[in-house]
């Protein structure tokens, strides 16, 4: 029984890991596009470091919670086709 529940704990520390990974990939991805096309599209006042990175973890923040409602966390707990439909 211990171990069973040794395992339970590493399993949920791993899927806290990947959520995490996916979240700042997202957020890193994100980056990349705004800094890179958005921000240089603003001739009259372009964002510096700190719109930048407030831009950032903004989309952070509502990426986290629009997951967190609609359960895009649910890394292995959904099968392939629950996920897609």
Partial sequence: MRNLK???QYKRLI???FAA?????????YAAVWIGC???????MPFYRRGNW???????????????TYGGFKIG????GNVLW
Avoid at 21 to 29: A, D, R
Avoid at 38 to 44: A, C, F
Avoid at 54 to 68: D, K, P, Q, R, S
Avoid at 77 to 80: I, R
């Fill in 38 to 44: 958005y921000n240089d599209t603003i001739l009259q």
């Fill in 15 to 17: 899927k806290l890991f």
């Fill in 54 to 68: 407030v831009m950032i973890l903004n989309y952070g923040i509502l990426l986290a919670f629009f997951l967190h």
């Fill in 21 to 29: 990974v996916m979240l700042i990939g997202l957020c890193l991805l």
């Fill in 77 to 80: 707990y959904l099968k392939n």
């Fill in 6 to 8: 040794t395992k339970e």
